[in-house]
């Protein structure tokens, strides 16, 4: 009798949670949600060293909660709606440069340095290829290669003369003639 061993509960969960980590750029939309907690926080923290109360209020404590919460909701899109990544990387990498000016530095440099990295890794990813089986290869291998749309790839990849003669018009960089 072969009983075929079950996947446990953590292990089923831990699978899911790398396809879903694998799927999308995840990193990018936890640094972004990253970057937007301190500036969120930061302008209504009250700071204590010792007997001494340190209040960061600042009159723009609004905007601060503004920008804050919208590079968190970047961050959730970029993780759930990855087709919009590059919209959501810009809109983050601007976010934290107005946090410079409007949030206490961007919450101290932090915040600004994780809407940054978190923006640009949003930008430059790229959804991955899926491996092809060995068995996908063989039935290709006696294929034609695909033709190709016309307007895709290289500008010189659709001529076929031969390189123009030197001299045998007058043009950029040849004599007029006279």
């Known amino acids: 009798m072969d009983v075929a061993p079950t996947e446990s509960l953590v292990t089923r969960g831990r699978l899911a949670f790398r396809r879903f980590r694998w799927g999308r750029p995840f990193w990018a939309g936890l640094f972004t949600i990253v970057a937007g907690l301190p500036i969120a926080y930061l302008p209504y923290a009250n700071l204590t060293l010792g007997q001494l109360t340190i209040r960061m209020a600042t009159t723009a404590g609004a905007g601060s909660l503004v920008i804050g919460i919208l590079l968190v909701v970047l961050g959730l899109t970029i993780w ?9 990387g810009v809109a983050a990498i601007l976010l934290s440069l107005v946090s410079l000016v409007v949030s206490n530095f961007g919450g101290f440099l932090v915040g600004f340095v994780f809407g940054m990295v ?25 294929r034609e290669p695909p033709v190709l749309t016309p307007g895709t790839g290289s500008a010189l990849a659709s001529f076929d003369g031969p390189a123009p003669a030197h001299g045998d018009e007058p043009g950029k960089g040849n004599p007029r003639a006279d």
């Open 118 to 142: 978190g923006g640009g890794m949003s930008i430059a990813w790229m959804p991955g290829e899926p491996v092809a089986s060995t068995t996908d290869e063989a039935d290709t291998a006696d």
């Open 80 to 88: 759930f709606q990855p087709q919009v990544r590059i919209f959501a």
